[in-house]
């Protein structure tokens, strides 16, 4: 599994559990909804953060590698449409975030369903077409390059929030792949010291209702 895919999952992992927890919300338990308000930033700005990322860096690796253009053009309308996907449901967490009410509950989650067919639509095709891709041309100077890049985009802080974010709830087969991509030693420091503020915000939110 390539670290791409390794971020699919969690992002999938994600969207299930707001799901869940949005079909389940007590009405007017503003609390709840506030909880949840968190842990919807967090997934905003890592899912933002990956798709932006793939428009700088993982495209034109993707190009040299072979991938035709109109893939590359397909996963831009892709984008364009989780983008979109990602604001209604934005707006409508915002807004059960303020009130609690089971309406907006049922709001959001509808708008929550809309950007998991955006996403995972998007996920899927592009797994289909470059994963195997990827993993065959690991050592490629593209790859490695992409690889780079991606690491150096990052703050200490965003970076650690990411990787505890990777982690809370991931398969062992993601947690594998995870320290295949990340060495061990970098993880433990970064992922433990600058991913408290994940830690304490927004695990919490995900293990108090066994939603993973």
């Known amino acids: 599994m390539s670290m791409?895919?390794?971020?699919?999952?969690?992002?999938?992992?994600?969207?299930?559990?707001?799901?869940?927890?949005?079909?389940?919300?007590?009405?007017?338990d503003k609390a709840r909804a506030s909880a949840l308000h968190k842990a919807w930033v967090n997934f905003e700005q890592q899912l933002t953060e990956h798709h932006e990322g793939e428009h700088e860096i993982a495209w034109p690796a993707l190009k040299a590698l072979g991938v035709p253009e109109e893939s590359i053009t397909t996963f831009d309308e892709e984008h364009e449409a989780m983008a979109a996907a990602l604001r209604a449901a934005g707006e409508a967490m915002g807004v059960l975030a303020r009130t609690g009410a089971a309406a907006d509950a049922r709001t959001a989650a509808t708008a929550m369903a809309a950007l998991e067919v955006a996403t995972t639509t998007h996920l899927d095709h592009e797994e289909?077409?470059?994963?195997?891709?990827?993993?065959?041309?690991?050592?490629?100077?593209?790859?490695?390059?992409?690889?780079?890049?991606?690491?150096?985009?990052?703050?200490?802080?965003?970076?650690?929030?990411?990787?505890?974010?990777?982690d809370d709830g991931a398969s062992p087969e993601e947690k594998a792949?995870?320290?295949?991509?990340?060495?061990?030693p970098v993880l433990a420091i970064i992922g433990g010291i600058f991913g408290r503020k994940y830690r304490k915000e927004v695990a919490p939110v995900w293990a108090s209702t066994g939603s993973f």
């Open 4 to 28: 791409n895919k390794t971020i699919h999952c969690a992002i999938r992992r994600d969207l299930k559990r707001f799901r869940a927890a949005l079909d389940s919300i007590p009405d007017g």
């Open 128 to 166: 289909r077409e470059v994963e195997q891709l990827i993993l065959d041309k690991h050592d490629d100077p593209a790859v490695k390059a992409m690889g780079k890049q991606f690491s150096r985009r990052a703050s200490l802080p965003v970076a650690g929030v990411f990787f505890a974010w990777m």
């Open 177 to 184: 792949a995870l320290r295949q991509s990340v060495p061990g």
